[in-house]
């Protein structure tokens, strides 16, 4: 899907009916396919966002997308709430989010509006009855609210919601004082954690530790709500890094396996790939996680082979009403223009339905739409008053309500409708074991790779590169040995020395960033480990401690040769490598 299909929509909406069936696994008598009808309102950019709720107190649901509120329930009138603009796609709107919330307890929902992170917060005030047709009064609220997963919701339990967000660099909300909520409102710093400012990634709120008060989550961790004074006290905050690299979206804690306990669910990189939940584990008296992938990089990390990118926004609701709930995500279409992977792939909608098996947790995907794509802001809401959730969407191809419309299926539509498992799904690789580095920066033992004598290189050219100026991680004596300028094929042959003959486990750490390659390692012509995935982004990472074999030695020189095979599909195809170290561990000396 071009971005000047996109563009010009002015022929596909007149259609309603562009549905994608899904399906929900229930029962085999409960063949009950789900189905979205796409209704659009715009194919023009005015917000990342929509939100759905009653403007005009007719018992109808409403859905707010930029400067326009739509009229339920048929959403074909529109009507202002400022003089309207189109956004320039080659850049970002004014408008990012909304909540739709009655601030002056006058009856009349009025809609807050958050921008791009870091702009201010704006109250547009209903004019109630028959001002509706005008545009609304503009307060300015708050100065600037950071990050790009903000949430308004009730937080602190005292029946009215906060703002989270970050600002100036902190973690926390915002507060409101009720009897003038027109007024500026103040921020409530909770933490002395540093927060990305102001585009950090992924921030959510629950109940992690399970003492029924709501948690902060952020990428870096979570902040437990004190038991007395959470508007004043500081929260404690407990890191575990939610993600892979810069963070995610909207987060959330969900008992997703049935065991009592909240795990957390997250997108892993807004702009690049990953879907996944963190089983709440315990470690003795403090909680950790352990990370579930759902949906990967490539098409064999996912068990039915599904793929997209762009993951800006999740949503969780019971979307085929088995009383678990579901992921609800999609593609942030042209989220970073063309700068993200995949980024032309398709506008989807999806939703994951959660399953408990014997065997564990499964999440079996559904697509609910392929051309409305999501924003920064994804809303569930029944807007047609049937008791279904409905999906509200906005972002950069526009404006669409996804009306929820279950339908009874024979034996072959339901079977149809399935998803298929794929032959070569593979596990998620286990967690990379960390470099030990001793209070000098090396690793006790290791062979520095930049020491290493190249004894061939088929194409391109070996350096020594200084890895300071990359403080995402630590490599070993601060270098590594650099490979560019080749191709898939090529080989860059080392000599390894070994003093002792004996039988080894022969371990490296590689370097890992958004254009290296993946690479295969051999020794002495003999196979050793395969598939080395080195893509990583937006940080410049290392694999950690990679065990590529075990094998028996003799005392002299080997011949270590590193192959380009291939890049992953999110990388820039310029086929890096970088080594850091090689680690030969005795495993049975040899006693001759």
């Not at 690049?272 to 990390?301: Q, S």
């Amino acid at each position: 899907m071009k971005l000047d299909r996109v563009m010009n929509w002015t022929v596909f909406s007149l259609v309603l009916g562009v549905s994608s069936v899904v399906a929900s696994q229930g029962l085999a008598q409960d063949r009950t396919l789900h189905t979205f009808e796409r209704i659009p309102l715009t194919d023009v950019y005015f917000s990342e966002g929509a939100n759905a709720g009653d403007i005009n107190r007719d018992g109808h649901a409403d859905v707010v997308y930029g400067p326009h509120w739509y009229a339920g329930p048929d959403f074909k009138n529109k009507h202002e709430l400022y003089p309207p603009k189109p956004q320039n796609r080659k850049g970002y709107a004014d408008n990012f989010f909304s909540w739709i919330y009655d601030f002056n307890g006058d009856g009349w929902n009025d809609v807050l509006v958050v921008g791009l992170p870091g702009t201010p917060a704006f109250i547009f005030e209903n004019p109630t009855g028959e001002k509706l047709g005008e545009h609304w009064k503009k307060h300015t609220v708050f100065p600037s609210v950071g990050n790009e997963s903000p949430h308004f919701v009730n937080l602190v339990g005292d029946a009215k919601p906060e703002l989270v967000c970050t600002h100036k660099g902190s973690y926390g909300f915002v507060n409101i004082d009720w009897t003038k909520p027109f007024e500026t409102w103040t921020f409530q710093r909770i933490s002395d954690q540093p927060a990305p400012d102001p585009f950090g990634h992924g921030l959510g709120v629950g109940d992690v530790n399970g003492d029924g008060r709501n948690d902060i989550l952020c990428v870096a961790g979570w902040l437990e709500q004190p038991k007395d004074n959470a508007t004043t006290a500081p929260w404690t905050f407990h890191a575990y890094k939610f993600g892979n690299a810069y963070g995610g979206a909207d987060m959330f804690a969900y008992d997703v396996d049935g065991d009592g306990d909240n795990d957390v669910i997250t997108s892993l990189a807004a702009h690049d790939f990953g879907l996944a939940w963190f089983e709440n584990v315990r470690e003795g008296n403090e909680i950790t996680f352990r990370r579930h992938l759902i949906m990967g990089d490539k098409k064999e990390r996912n068990p039915y082979g599904l793929v997209f990118s762009e993951l800006h926004s999740v949503a969780l609701a019971d979307i085929d009403g088995d009383g678990l709930k579901d992921i609800i995500t999609g593609k942030t279409y042209y989220s970073h223009h063309e700068s993200s992977p995949m980024w032309d792939a398709g506008a989807v909608v999806y939703w994951f339905k959660l399953n408990r098996t014997a065997k564990g947790v499964e999440w079996i995907p559904y697509k609910a739409d392929g051309d409305s794509g999501i924003g920064r802001q994804l809303t569930i809401a029944d807007v047609n008053g049937d008791k279904l959730p409905d999906i509200v969407v906005g972002g950069m191809v526009g404006g669409s309500v996804l009306i929820h419309k279950p339908k009874a299926a024979t034996a072959a539509e339901w079977k149809a409708a399935q998803p298929t498992l794929i032959e070569n799904y593979s596990e998620e690789p286990p967690p990379r074991t960390k470099s030990k580095f001793t209070p000098q920066g090396k690793v006790e033992g290791a062979i520095e790779a930049e020491e290493l004598t190249v004894s061939q290189v088929s194409a391109g050219q070996t350096a020594h590169q200084d890895m300071g100026g990359f403080p995402a991680d630590k490599w070993s004596g601060g270098k590594q040995l650099f490979w560019t300028g080749a191709k898939p094929g090529e080989t860059l042959e080392l000599e390894l020395p070994v003093a002792t003959a004996g039988t080894y486990d022969i371990l490296a750490a590689f370097t890992m960033a958004r254009d290296y390659a993946i690479v295969k390692v051999a020794l002495d012509g003999q196979p050793l480990r395969a598939d080395i995935d080195l893509y990583n982004s937006p940080e410049v990472i290392t694999t950690g401690e990679v065990l590529l074999g075990k094998r028996p030695l003799e005392a002299g020189k080997h011949r270590l040769a590193v192959t380009i095979t291939g890049a992953n599909p999110a990388a820039a195809k310029v086929y890096m490598v970088g080594l850091d170290y090689v680690l030969i561990r005795e495993k049975d000396r040899d006693k001759k």
